[in-house]
C-alpha cells in the first residue's frame, strides 16, 4: 500500500492495504489472512472502483485511519458479504452507489449477511448479487455507471405445462436475444 498509484492504459490503480506493518488482529488464522487481503481502487473515465478482497473490520478500520481515497462509484462487497465485514463506519467512508456480492447459490456460509444488506441498503447502495443476477458487466456510459446482469440475456425453457403464460415466456426470450444483440 505505500507505492505510488500506476497507470494502466486509461486506468489509475493503486493499491490500498495492506499497509507495511499491518497487523491483523484476527484470532484464528484464516481471519487474520484475510484482512492481509489487497486492496485495489481503480479510477477510470471518472468512476472509482474498489476491490477490497476478503477483509474484516479491522483492515477497514486500518484503512480509514491509513488512506484518505476511499470514496467509491462501486465496490466489490468484501468478503462475500460476511457480517465480519462492510462496518457502518466502512460504508460511511466509501459511500458505494453500486455494490457487487460475490456469491454462489446456497453457499455454506450463508452469504451475504442479512445485517450487511441491510447496511448497504440503509446506505442507499444499489446491491446486485452473483447468486441472484448472475454473472454482471460493469461499463461506464456517457459517465454513468451501468451494470447488465448475464441473467437478462438468458433464453430461457419454456414451460409446455401452462399455455397461458408461452407468450410472455416468448417476450422474454426475445427481448434476451435483443439485449444480447444490442451489446455485441
Not at 505510488?4 to 486506468?11: L, R, Y
Not at 472502483?49 to 473490520?57: A, Q
Not at 454473472?135 to 433464453?155: D, H, N, P, Q
Amino acid at each position: 500500500a505505500a507505492d505510488p498509484p500506476m497507470m494502466i492504459s486509461d486506468a489509475e490503480v493503486a493499491l490500498l492495504h495492506p499497509a507495511p506493518g499491518f497487523r491483523s488482529s484476527q484470532r484464528k488464522a484464516y481471519a487474520a489472512e484475510n484482512s492481509r487481503s489487497l486492496v485495489v481502487r481503480i479510477a477510470l473515465e471518472g468512476k472509482v472502483f474498489l476491490f477490497p478482497g476478503d477483509i474484516g473490520e479491522d483492515a477497514e478500520r486500518d484503512m480509514q485511519q491509513s488512506t484518505r481515497h476511499l470514496r467509491c462509484d462501486l465496490i466489490k462487497v468484501p468478503h462475500h458479504g460476511s457480517k465480519s465485514s462492510s462496518s457502518a463506519p466502512f460504508l460511511s467512508r466509501t459511500r458505494p452507489a453500486i455494490g457487487v456480492v460475490t456469491v454462489g447459490s446456497r453457499n455454506r456460509y450463508h452469504h451475504p449477511s442479512p445485517e450487511v444488506v441491510d447496511r448497504y441498503q440503509a446506505a442507499g447502495t444499489q446491491l446486485f448479487r452473483t447468486d441472484l443476477d448472475g454473472a454482471l458487466f460493469v461499463t461506464v456510459e456517457k459517465g454513468e455507471l451501468i451494470v447488465r446482469s448475464w441473467r437478462t440475456r438468458m433464453v430461457q425453457r419454456i414451460e409446455l405445462g401452462g399455455r397461458a403464460s408461452w407468450s410472455r415466456q416468448e417476450k422474454q426470450n426475445w427481448r434476451a436475444l435483443w439485449l444480447r444483440a444490442r451489446d455485441a
